[in-house]
């Protein structure tokens, strides 16, 4: 695990007990929606076979898809993106899947010549110029990387919630991703307060700026810690006036 830490200017304090502390909540309805997400991923598990892949985000929510996974031992493939925008504390999951689970996570990067062709035309801070550098960098580091996880996959596993902000409110658990591919995101239905429950009883490796008010963590440069009051997604691209997205989950 590396040693280093990010630089969050922005961010408070960790807060007391961290993230599980404030918000975990076992609720009447998990044990039932445990299960129901487990029924799911089983389900695609023996549809899809090789061809479906855990997209991991390495946040919480896919954190406890991948203890899902692993503690059924259903034989799903894992698999991240590291932008070369990633917090340290970020990357660090990466090894402690592998130490906790003993399972390989495959990482795709970008393209080295693509990035750094737009960082010498657009400079490093590109992305707060104009949403369209931003999700030109988005691109770059995260489309095309996240369309080579994918080539030959006919599903794959997301950690969306209906809960994570208004463009998601919709959020299916089995739906077609607009390029001929089933997206499945078994705990769609699980609010924050249920997922940190699960990680405390099961103690499910987490990034650890999750205790900084950080709910939603992507590239360093992108996200910062929200404050009491803003919707779950505001530390993303905080400078913007957007829906917050990447293009990742866009709507086909």
Known sequence: MSD???????AAAPAVGGAIGLYAKWTTALDAKIEAALQRLRDASIEHGDGLVQS??????????????????LPIAISTLDTGKLHPET???????????????EVFKPVA???????????????????????ACCGIRKMEPLGRMLKGRSAWIT???REQSGARGDVAFDEHDGNNRRKISPIADWTWA????????????????HDQFMPSIGCAP??????????????????????KECGLHAKS
């Open 222 to 243: 992108c996200t910062r810690a929200i404050a009491v009051g803003e919707d779950f997604r505001a530390g993303r691209w905080w400078w913007e006036d957007s829906t």
């Open 91 to 105: 990357l660090a999951l990466i090894p402690r899947i592998k130490e906790r689970y003993g399972r390989e996570v």
């Open 113 to 135: 010549d693509a990035v750094i062709q737009f960082v010498r035309k657009e400079g490093e801070e590109a992305m707060y110029k104009s949403i369209e550098l931003r999700k």
């Open 56 to 73: 991991s985000s390495l946040g919480v929510e896919d954190m406890v898809i991948t203890d899902l996974i692993a503690r059924t031992q």
């Open 159 to 161: 950690g969306l919630r």
């Open 4 to 10: 280093e830490v990010s630089s969050l200017p922005w």
């Open 194 to 209: 249920e997922v940190w429950a699960y990680v405390e009883k099961y103690a499910v490796p987490y990034n650890p700026l």
